[in-house]
Every structure is written in C-alpha cells, then in structure tokens.
C-alpha cells in the first residue's frame, strides 16, 4: 500500500535523482475538479475534456462471480499469472513488530488442477523473511508493508520489497530465483514498464511522484503531484503503462485532508481520489477518472477500459494504539466494502463487477482473467464480516471477464 509520511520522513528520504541534474519543476496545483467544488458563479478553469469520467454516485451493477483460489496469506499484494495455474504472488507479511521478519515472495502451481492453490506442496518461497512493518502508529490505520509490487517487461519479472519511510529494494525473478536489480530512495509501491521508451517507471507513494527506474540503483523524477481539491496529498498508488497513448496512468488514492499528523486517521475523503494520465516526456498531468473512493490498483483491456479497485467506501474505527488491535474493528477502512469497477472512458460509463471485497489492494489481468489480492491488515485479528465477526485473512479471488 502506500500512503502518508511524516514530513520529516519525507525530507530525509527524498527521491535520488541520480541521472537528472535538474529535475522539472513541480506543475502548477491541479484546478478543482468537480462542479460541486467550484464556488457558485466561479469560471470554471476545467475544460470537459481535462475533467476526465466522472464516476457517478450510483452505478449500475454487473456483477460477475467470483471465486476464491487462495487464502490464508499474509498481505498478499503484486501477482503475477506466470503460466496456466502458475501464480507469483508478494506477501507484505504480518506487520508484527515482535516477528519482523515475515514477508515473502512466492511460487504458486496448482498441481492438482483443482482450481486453487491451496494444496500441500503447492507454494514455494523465492524470498522469504522478508522485513514487514504495520504503520498503526503513524497513520492510526492497520495498513502492513514490505514485499510489494511485481511487473513484467523486456523479457524480465521484477518484484519490490518497500517500505514505509524508507528506500525500497527490487529483485529480479528467474525462475525460482531472485537476485537484486537495483535500489531506490522511496517507497516504491508499484512499477510498469514502457515499451515505447525502452523504462521502468515506478510511483513513489511516500513523496507523490512518479520515477524512472534504472537498474543498478539509481531513479530520476519525472514529475511530482501536486495536492488534490482540498489541499490533501495526492498520493500514487499504482501506475500502468497504456499502449492506446502510450501515457502512463496513475491511480491517486487521495490522503487526509488533515495530514497524516492531524485528526483521528480517518479524515480521508470519499470520491476524491483519481486516475490521471502521466505524458512522461513533458510531465503533462491530465484527468482520465474521477470520483473514485481510495482507488489502489487498475488494469487496462485491449478496447482501453480501466478495470480500478476501490480499498473501501468509508473510513472508520481508528486504531489509536497497538492494544487496540484486540478489539473487534475496521481498523481504519471498512472491511468488505471494497469494489471492482470497469471504467469506459470513451463511451462515460463504467459499472460495479464486484463489491464486498476485503480491502482490495491489487489486481492482475491474464487473458480474460482477473486476480484480486484482498485482506489487508493484521492477519487473524477480529473484524466486522458480511454476517459477524471474523477473522482478517489475506486471500486471491479470480473471477472472469467479458469480452
Ligand atoms: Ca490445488
Ligand atoms: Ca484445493
């Protein structure tokens, strides 16, 4: 996941810019976006066109069903469909400060073909004991980090371990093999590659900006994001490169109005967050989505819709303290109230594919069929379920796709 950063974070771990000897200035705050933001009477400076789709309040339901292939993980977050019933999946870990060390990069293979991957013998570790980290007690939310993002591109697989705070690390995957690709100031919470410029481009969620990657070390700015409508960080969560335009786009979950300091940890604002479109050789920011509630990972099909994820659609029951997680809560972001929706830019219209998800963070698409990583948090600690009390698991769902 990737969220806020003390400030003082922020000054020490700026992104490096090793290979740029000027970065380009930060682009002016974007204008208010919605009508409803603009004071009555006020010219308004967004054209139709900058504004993007506007995901309305109430959307038409087309729910397709969903199956559950994997369970009893630990934050489990980048996926990757390597070969038919073959999946890469990241474990952030358990974010249990007195066991630090529990995040993983795995090896799924159904073996028995019976649909999921759940099975003795049916996981191997690539990386394991891997650092984890809860951030409760910066962010009063039980959000975990560690093992994170996984691309492929130009022939290789990477995966990242990145933390709060703090630089991140990427591997590359051969096989049952992982060895170090390069190291980056920030928190590097998703990559793309681009094969129009031969890049990797990574979000630095931490610092709200999108970088180049190099590989052995080494990352350049290519733009930072200005704060949202009111005044909140704008946070990138995800980034994927769209061969229509060959743009990248951005998810913007949208931070607390408040900062991360301020309030209760719950301050963050419903249908504010964003999916821009990134031109990375002019740094040109432009809206694609609005209306988004914590949208955190997206996939685009080959007719250019946006299938997003939406963490959750409310924010409560902050965790002031580590004792507090032996209450029965939502910890900050609703359980089971996450969405899957499709997005068509182009026709303005987008429909819910499938809501009661478990704090949804990731997604991959292979063929016609979409992973979702769900069950974000501190595993087996009680939450609110669809029917009562249950306990916080991490699992995958696969559900299928139309044409
Ligand atoms: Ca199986
Ligand atoms: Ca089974």
């Not at 492929?152 to 995957?173: E, K, N």
């Not at 499709?342 to 069929?369: F, I, M, Y």
């Amino acid at each position: 996941m990737a969220w806020r950063l003390h400030l003082a974070l922020l000054a020490s771990f700026g992104v490096a810019c090793s290979s740029a000897p000027t970065p380009p200035p930060a682009p002016p705050p974007l204008p208010p976006l919605a009508p409803k933001t603009i004071a009555e009477g006020a010219a308004s400076p967004v054209t139709p066109t900058e504004a993007g789709f506007v995901v309305p309040e109430n959307l038409p339901q087309s729910t397709v069903p969903r199956r559950k292939i994997a369970s009893g993980l630990q934050n489990p977050r980048g996926m990757l469909e390597l070969a038919e019933r073959t999946l890469l999946v990241s474990e952030a870990g358990t974010g249990n400060p007195a066991n630090p060390n529990t995040g993983a990069l795995s090896r799924l293979e159904d073996k028995n073909a019976d649909g999921d991957y759940d099975d003795p013998g049916e996981r191997a570790r690539i990386l394991d004991k891997m650092h984890s980290a809860n951030v409760i007690d910066v962010v009063r939310r039980d959000e975990v980090f560690g093992m994170a993002a996984i691309a492929r591109g130009d022939g290789v697989v990477l995966a990242a371990h990145s933390m709060f705070g703090a630089p991140t690390t990427i591997f590359r995957v051969d096989g049952n093999k992982a060895t170090k690709w390069s190291f980056v100031h920030g928190n590097l919470n998703a990559l793309t590659h681009d094969p129009k410029r031969n890049a990797w481009f990574a979000v630095s969620s931490s610092s709200d900006e999108v970088v180049r990657v190099e590989e052995d070390g080494g990352s350049k700015r290519i733009v930072k994001f200005p704060p949202l409508a009111r005044g909140q960080d704008a946070v990138p969560g995800y980034l994927r490169f769209d061969p229509a335009t060959g743009d990248i786009l951005v998810s913007l979950f949208s931070g607390s109005p408040e900062g991360e300091e301020g309030g209760s940890g719950v301050e963050l604002v419903k249908r504010a967050g964003e999916i821009v479109r990134l031109d990375p050789d002019t740094g040109k920011i432009r809206r694609a989505v609005s209306g988004l509630t914590a949208p955190t990972d997206f996939v685009l099909d080959r007719a250019g819709r946006i299938y997003v994820l939406e963490l959750c659609d409310g924010f409560l029951d902050p965790i002031p303290n580590r004792a507090a997680l032996e209450r029965v809560g939502h910890g900050g972001f609703r359980r089971f109230s996450g969405r899957l929706l499709r997005v068509d830019p182009k026709r303005d219209a987008a429909v819910v594919l499938a809501e009661g998800l478990d704090t949804p963070t990731n997604l991959a698409l292979a063929g016609n069929k979409l992973y979702i990583a769900e069950g974000m948090g501190t595993p087996a600690r009680e939450i609110p379920g669809p029917t009562g009390t249950v306990k916080l698991d991490g699992f995958i769902e696969q559900l299928v796709i139309g044409d």
